[in-house]
């Protein structure tokens, strides 16, 4: 999807997650699994929070919302995992945000915070049939998870202590270094807000 006649938001905020975003939140969730299940995911495997489960999100995980023009444009979550990986549980834009930056700025969010914090590795599963998705991750310094080479340490612990399990049917892991996370690799750093 390129931008055609789209007109890039005027305004963008970021925030953390504010009881009045809940519910444009649910219906991200709805709009990503109808995206999905068109992809040929089967619906059984679909992770959709609802409104409770989006607020008790807080309790362990670091969420940002981005607004573009006073609604929702999107919001990503992410989770502190020992020994210093960050573990992406969602990124998602609306359709109508998409290839704004939006999505980017929320990766660099997240990986600003986590190298803060000492973290120096990021992980995202995403559906094997998600082509868009993986073309997005690896244009911002993700690359595929793959057994037959040795991950980095932190990477490699984390590995060991996580099932398979843990990033669902049908899903690849992706993963990156927090340190420019969100960036183009190639292309200069955008300067820090």
Same mark, same amino acid.
């Given at each position: 999807?390129?931008?055609?006649?789209?007109?890039?938001?005027?305004? &963008? $905020?970021?925030?953390?997650?504010?009881?009045?975003?809940?519910?444009?939140?649910?219906?991200?969730?709805?709009?990503?699994?109808?995206?999905?299940?068109?992809?040929? &995911?089967?619906?059984?495997?679909? @992770?959709?929070?609802?409104?409770?489960?989006?607020?008790?999100? &807080?309790?362990?995980?670091?969420?940002?919302?981005?607004?573009?023009?006073?609604? &929702?444009?999107?919001?990503?979550?992410?989770?502190?995992?020992?020994?210093? @990986?960050?573990?992406?549980?969602?990124?998602? @834009?609306?359709?109508?945000?998409?290839?704004?930056?939006?999505?980017?700025?929320?990766?660099?969010?997240?990986?600003?915070?986590?190298?803060?914090?000492?973290?120096?590795?990021? @992980?995202?599963?995403?559906?094997?049939?998600?082509?868009?998705?993986?073309?997005?991750?690896?244009?911002?310094?993700?690359?595929?998870?793959?057994?037959?080479?040795?991950?980095?340490?932190?990477?490699?612990?984390? #590995?060991?202590?996580?099932?398979?399990?843990?990033?669902?049917?049908?899903? $690849?892991?992706?993963?990156?270094?927090?340190?420019?996370?969100?960036?183009?690799?190639? #292309?200069?750093?955008?300067?820090?807000?």
């Amino acid at each position: 999807m390129d931008t055609g006649d789209r007109e890039p938001p005027v305004r &963008v $905020r970021l925030t953390g997650l504010q009881e009045a975003q809940l519910l444009e939140l649910v219906r991200l969730e709805v709009e990503a699994a109808e995206e999905a299940i068109v992809l040929g &995911v089967a619906a059984d495997t679909l @992770v959709m929070r609802s409104e409770a489960e989006l607020r008790g999100l &807080v309790r362990d995980h670091d969420v940002y919302v981005l607004e573009a023009d006073h609604q &929702v444009a999107g919001y990503l979550a992410w989770q502190d995992h020992a020994p210093g @990986v960050a573990m992406l549980s969602t990124l998602v @834009v609306a359709p109508q945000f998409r290839r704004f930056g939006l999505a980017t700025r929320l990766l660099r969010e997240a990986g600003e915070m986590a190298a803060a914090h000492g973290i120096r590795v990021a @992980v995202a599963a995403c559906y094997a049939l998600a082509a868009e998705t993986m073309t997005f991750l690896a244009a911002r310094g993700f690359a595929p998870f793959e057994t037959k080479r040795r991950p980095p340490e932190p990477l490699a612990e984390w #590995l060991e202590a996580h099932p398979r399990e843990l990033f669902g049917e049908g899903r $690849r892991l992706w993963w990156a270094h927090t340190d420019g996370l969100g960036s183009i690799p190639g #292309l200069p750093r955008p300067a820090p807000r």
